[in-house]
């Protein structure tokens, strides 16, 4: 807890050894993480392709800690409610992909998991006005999706406060996550400026002690 709030660390699977995912979830998990984060591509949305349901399906059988899935695919909405059944507590979906985004937020939530909304770097935060109430949080991309091991881009951490104060005079609860480019150096302002899910995925998985990763991250948050 920071000044009451819980700070999630979501490791992202995509900079993981896949050849040993169990053992590398296992490890995170005694580190401290809180959510696994996984990154779904389409080689459309985004210039990349990761996993799917079929994996989704057999880590959620795995692994106790609750799935995020970032959906960086375009229509998610045909694939949302799919990705809840596969068992992800957390599903979120691109503004810049969807055209029915209130629907798709319905089904998640329907389903029966938390609803997130995603914005990319250079997606403005008026993009969210009219969507901000039916999300259970909002994920500020800080770097461009598609790729692991980016360079954070600075302008994120202003854009968190931005949102937070969005977030804040409209008397929501909206939690703010953020992905791309987090390590030691940069959590502690992220969190500051008011994100609460920190999703990492070289900065643990590139290290030779994922396990003391998560809790080195931890620790620097604090600061
Ligand atoms: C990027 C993905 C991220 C990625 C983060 O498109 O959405 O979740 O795995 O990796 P790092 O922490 O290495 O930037
Ligand atoms: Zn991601």
Redesign the pocket.
């Known amino acids: 807890m920071i000044s009451g709030r819980t700070i999630d660390i979501a490791p ?1 699977i ?2 993981a050894d896949f050849s040993r995912l169990g053992e590398q979830i296992e490890a995170v998990k005694r580190g401290g993480a809180t959510i696994l ?1 996984f ?1 779904v ?1 389409d080689g459309h949305f ?1 210039p990349n392709l990761t996993v799917g349901l079929p994996v989704l399906k057999s880590l959620a059988r795995a692994t106790e800690l609750p799935i995020d899935a ?1 959906l ?1 695919i375009s229509e998610p909405g045909r694939y949302a409610q799919q990705f809840v059944e596969a068992g992800a507590k957390m599903v979120s979906v691109h503004v810049e992909a969807d055209a029915h985004l209130h629907r798709t937020l319905a089904a998640i939530k329907a389903a029966g998991a938390q609803a997130g909304v995603v914005v990319n770097p250079a997606t403005s935060l008026e993009s969210l006005s009219d969507v901000l109430q039916f999300a259970d949080y909002v994920l500020v ?1 800080s ?1 461009n ?6 360079k954070f881009i600075d302008a994120s951490v202003e854009k968190v406060s931005r949102l937070r104060n969005m977030i804040r005079e409209r008397k929501l609860t909206t939690r703010i996550e953020i ?4 390590d030691q150096e940069n959590i502690a302002a992220v969190v500051a400026a008011g994100a609460e899910i920190i ?5 643990i998985f ?1 290290a030779s002690d994922p396990e003391a990763a998560v809790k080195d991250l931890r620790a620097a948050a604090a600061h």
Do not use: K
Request: charged share 5%; glycine share 26%.
């Open positions: 992202s995509l900079s984060h990154d591509m985004v970032h960086m991309m770097v999706p598609g790729f692991g091991g980016q992905d791309g480019g987090i999703v990492a995925g070289s900065a590139g």
